[in-house]
């Protein structure tokens, strides 16, 4: 028996005559981790969904130990050993920790008839969720449970079906950096333990410390693979884009002199979620806002914005008190606000780009005393603002918001803010989930703006994109602001240091 | 600020609890002021009554739940349930009982199976697919009785007068009928998959479920409940006019939901939609005893569906809002 476990050669898949996966080869071996590093739409997800069985491949081989295999659905794919950890989790919050790891293979009371052994349920459960360090009991409802345990609650669901190949997808990106650490140590115990793992991320810095071999996909074919040593971070970044970015940042000229203050807050708490935060944001500046998951970032930006409520401060925008609970007064103020969950609050997934960019304008856009609007004209305002930031798609009132890739979603997103002209724009991880050409792309549109005088407010999780972007970083922790960083203090160990200190 | 966070989500369960209890709490006070406004009203041999009136809601309610528990909706059972008691009373009339349950039950889970297949097969929303299927069965239904009166045969209505061990048959059938459904759904793979389907359907395919085998099943269940509910009110009324079953998806919509089912899919369970039935019967049977007005009974009934609904959506609001709204401390 060879320790080659996966030996993937050939894959060929096409949508609808667009070959999206060209003659993609891979290789996996017992007790390794490989990295799959690519932009979005370079192939990872249709590759590891033919591995899943989620879709079927038009040619090409899948050997798993030698023999060739074909999963054509999940179900097919975990007999055969292989788990696909989704970036959306697939569990159900309405079910036990326990009935979720065993939802499709109960333990049975009596060997041919259907009713559920509980104890046997219970025993197997605790012993699953034990190899994954998950200290909870298997009866507390997932409903209960954080993000980063609902993962583990996944992994011991792979293990308890004997997976042989583990396929994580992003598997970190609603994970704290502490959820993170810990699912890097179950990951190695598990390839101690001779599981194989495929890890999918864009975090390269991650793939990078955590993978014995890499792979990297562009335009559905395999550009780059081998032992991680033969890898850098720039040398992915080339490989991944297919030319050198000589920066990840764009430059931006900073906008010099004493500028109007646009947004002022002092004092803004509301129990368990922020406490007494104070700061100014000038027209013209990028404040950046760290923090580890948790912190009250996102609340913050949802109280700022109208969308939560907040006990005791004050919101000022230039000059004038905003009120509470206004998310229009704070749009009609100039405010805009990029929310996190792009697909759940951000878009409509199935209108057109220009119906998702007019959204939040179609007061302005009507006219007369009816308020009648002009579809054409809307089109048109659409696809000017669209085409300004590149949105990559041919038809803007034709297209599915749902078609496009996660950077073009995220596009539309900004567009549709871009049209209001905001002269305040709270962007909350304005690059989460996509690529890196892509997150260039975002970086510039923010420079644009700043450089034409608006005030960005930019939460991110990502240190190094906020070292790159702002001009001052305000720290978070627990709900209350750490402390301010000006750009010449700028240090990644010293932000991290300020988020984590109690 | 820790401590904060605990009594704001403490005030924010107990609202979660006191809607859970809203259908409870409806019920107190509809008996108080049905018993105070009529003297009948709070009597044993009434409530007595009321259970039993109440067990064909019931026991369709209950196979409502399994639909409503993947996020579907069965519009049609008003209607197979008169298509049963038309075939009941016309085609296996002389049949004991023993044959003659099981062939009606099988012409319920073949009008669920049609429902179904129309969902599964074509992916139709559930909602249409049985509001067709709600015309189409009476229709044929009227057919086949050409609109007069089906009496039933004496076994049938034998079943409906008498009692077994002090309790009306209709009690035991629905007792049955609510053991088996409530181990279903809590004791088998097969029920806990049901509250995963309805939970996530997408999530559910993913986990290696045969999401369409079951949607597909409930509505065979919801159907051969419907079944079942028939032959309970028709052996009650001893025979099925054409409008038998007119309107039932009402009430028994109305019984599932107020019972704590979700309109939303994943939860409920067969406890609360009893409960709930005995809720709309008690309705009904108070407003029978005040003698009020019969054009009130919908306005009535429609302003209890609308409470169910509204409790639902509040519910589901708050549990959405618990999930997302919690700040994480790293430990």
């Known amino acids: 028996m060879s320790d080659l476990l996966l030996k993937v050669s050939g894959l060929n898949k096409s949508f609808f005559g667009v070959p999206v996966l060209r003659d993609v080869g891979l290789e996996l071996h ?5 990295g799959l590093v690519g932009e979005n739409g370079s192939g990872k997800s249709t590759t590891m969904n033919i591995l899943g069985g989620v879709l079927a491949k038009d040619s090409g081989r899948v050997e798993l130990d030698g023999e060739e295999v074909a999963p054509t659905n999940s179900r097919d794919a975990l007999a055969l050993g292989i788990a696909f950890i989704h970036q959306e989790l697939s569990l159900f919050p309405n079910l036990s920790v326990e009935e979720n790891i065993f939802l499709d293979h109960f333990p049975r009371k009596f060997a041919r008839l259907p009713f559920v052994d509980r104890r046997t349920l219970r025993d197997r459960a605790q012993k699953a969720i034990e190899l994954v360090d998950l200290r909870v009991s298997p009866v507390t409802p997932v409903m209960r449970l954080p993000q980063g345990e609902r993962q583990l609650v996944e992994i011991a669901k792979a293990l308890s079906r004997q997976a042989r190949l583990i396929i994580f997808d992003e598997p970190t990106t609603s994970l704290t950096a502490r959820e993170t650490e810990r699912l890097f140590t179950i990951i190695g115990r598990l390839r101690a333990q001779g599981i194989s793992i ?3 991320s864009h975090i390269l810095g991650d793939v990078l410390r955590l993978c014995d071999e890499i792979a990297v996909l562009r335009d559905g074919q395999v550009v780059g693979a081998g032992p991680r040593d033969d890898f850098t971070i720039e040398r992915l970044v080339t490989l991944m884009v297919g030319r050198t970015i000589d920066r990840l940042f764009p430059e931006r000229n900073p906008v010099s002199g004493p500028q109007r203050t646009a947004l002022s807050v002092r004092g803004v ?9 104070s700061f100014d944001l000038s027209l013209g500046e990028v404040l950046g806002v760290s923090g580890l998951m948790g912190s009250g970032r996102s609340e913050l930006a949802r109280i700022l914005f109208g969308l939560d409520p907040y006990s005791e401060g004050e919101i000022r925008v230039q000059d004038a008190k905003l009120p509470p609970l206004a998310p229009r007064a704070a749009m009609d103020r100039g405010m805009a606000f990029l929310t996190e969950d792009r697909r759940g609050e951000g878009l409509m997934m199935e209108a057109s780009i220009s119906d998702n960019i007019v959204l939040p304008s179609l007061v302005e856009q009507s006219s007369g005393f009816l308020r009648w609007l002009n579809p054409s004209e809307l089109t048109k305002a659409a696809r000017d603002v669209a085409e300004r930031i590149r949105v990559n798609a041919k038809a803007v009132d034709r297209t599915a918001v749902r078609t496009l890739s996660g950077g073009n979603q995220q596009k539309v997103v900004i567009a549709k803010w871009l049209l209001r002209a905001p002269s305040i724009f709270i962007l909350d991880e304005p690059t989460r989930g996509i690529d890196v050409g892509a997150k260039y792309e975002v970086y510039k549109i923010i420079n644009e703006m700043v450089g034409a005088g608006a005030a960005v407010l930019f939460i991110s999780s990502e240190i190094e994109e906020l070292i790159g972007m702002a001009d001052r970083i305000m720290v978070m922790g627990r709900g209350e602001v750490r402390g301010f960083f000006s750009r010449g203090s700028f240090d990644r160990e010293t932000l991290m240091g300020a988020a984590l200190w109690e | 600020m820790r401590k904060d966070a605990l009594s704001r989500l403490d005030s924010r369960t107990l609202v979660l609890i006191a809607l859970r209890l809203a259908p409870l709490m409806l019920f107190a006070i509809l008996c108080v002021a049905f018993g105070l406004l009529s003297d009948r009203f709070i009597s044993l041999a009434n409530f007595r009554n009321i259970l039993t009136q109440s067990t064909h809601v019931a026991v369709m309610a209950i196979g409502m739940t399994f639909v409503l528990l993947v996020r579907g909706v069965d519009l049609s059972i008003g209607s197979a349930m008169y298509l049963v008691a038309v075939t009941l009373g016309l085609y296996l009339p002389d049949l004991p009982l023993l044959v003659s349950i099981p062939a009606i039950i099988l012409i319920g889970v073949i009008f669920g199976a049609v429902n179904a297949s129309f969902i599964t097969g074509l992916r139709i929303a559930s909602f249409i697919v049985t509001l067709a299927t709600l015309f189409i069965g009476r229709g044929f239904a009227l057919y086949l009785s050409e609109t007069r009166m089906v009496f039933q045969s004496d076994t049938v209505q034998t079943l409906g007068r008498s009692s077994f061990v002090g309790l009306p048959w209709a009690i ?7 053991a088996v459904a409530w181990v279903t759904l809590t ?3 097969f029920g806990r998959q049901i509250y995963a389907v309805g939970a996530d359907p997408d999530a559910a395919a993913k986990a290696g479920i045969r999401v369409q085998a079951i949607v597909f099943s409930v509505f065979c269940i919801c159907g051969a409940c419907a079944a079942v509910g028939a032959l309970i009110s028709v052996s009650q009324v001893g025979g099925a006019s054409a409008t038998f079953g007119y309107q039932e998806e009402f009430p028994v919509i109305a019984a599932a939901v107020l019972g704590g089912t979700s309109l939303f899919g994943g939860r409920g369970g067969v406890i609360g939609s ?5 809720l709309v019967q008690t309705t009904s049977n108070g407003l029978v005893m005040l ?4 054009y009130l009974y ?5 302003l209890i569906i609308f409470v169910a609904a509204w409790v639902d959506g509040r519910r589901r609001i708050m549990t959405e809002r618990l999930e997302q709204r919690k700040i994480r401390v790293e430990a």
């Open chain 1, 269 to 277: 708490s509301q129990p368990g979620i922020v406490k007494d935060i």
């Open chain 2, 172 to 178: 035991w059938i629905a007792a049955s009928v609510a």
């Open chain 1, 30 to 34: 017992r007790g390794a981790v490989l």
């Open chain 2, 298 to 302: 919908p306005l009535v009934n429609s």
């Open chain 2, 187 to 189: 004791q088998t793979p």
């Open chain 1, 198 to 200: 495929i890890y999918i």
């Open chain 2, 291 to 294: 003698n009020a007005n019969p």
């Open chain 2, 274 to 278: 009893i409960f709930g039935a005995v």
